[in-house]
């Protein structure tokens, strides 16, 4: 399962970095990257969740392809999804991440050996997802505030 969504990722970066706000999407990509990176080192590290299946086992306790490649692919295109809408309109669609995301993740916990909740439930996946989906959104806003040409 992993090898698939290793495969699905690496086929999506070409369509996901094209387009006139590469940059952009870099630093949302890069971002995303950092702050699931370290949400997850400390889940892992208090032992709320463990990952038996994954990549580099001896050098790593998370999974690198949830945090450093699958987490921010969909935040770019929940980016692209969310990026001309309003404060309400931004909230509704982190809706439509973050519930299904939880639903997968409780489905897979209880069907797939890829990871093990300790002191976790889909509530926490939730909260974490939308948290990190509104925190990188917010970062675009600023981006977008300060990227405008001054007349």
């Not at 208090?46 to 987490?71: H, Q």
């Not at 980016?79 to 993740?105: C, E, F, H, V």
Request: proline residues 5%; charged residues 15%.
């Amino acid at each position: 399962m992993l090898r698939g969504l290793l495969a699905l990722c690496g086929a999506a970066v070409p369509f996901l970095f094209i387009g006139s706000k590469v940059w952009e999407n870099l630093v949302i990509f890069f971002s995303k990257g950092v702050l699931s990176t370290l949400i997850d080192a400390y889940v892992v590290g208090t032992k709320r969740i463990e990952y038996p299946v994954r990549p580099f086992p001896s050098i790593f306790k998370t999974n690198i392809i949830y945090d450093m490649l699958f987490f921010p692919l969909l935040s770019v295109l929940w980016i692209k999804q969310s990026y001309n809408d309003n404060l309400r309109g931004i909230l509704l669609k982190s809706l439509t991440w973050s519930i299904p995301m939880s639903a997968a993740q409780w489905y897979l916990e209880r069907n797939s050996r890829l990871f093990k909740w300790r002191r976790w439930t889909a509530f926490h996946t939730f909260t974490s997802v939308s948290f990190t989906l509104l925190t990188i959104r917010g970062l675009v806003a600023v981006i977008k505030k300060f990227a405008k040409p001054s007349n």
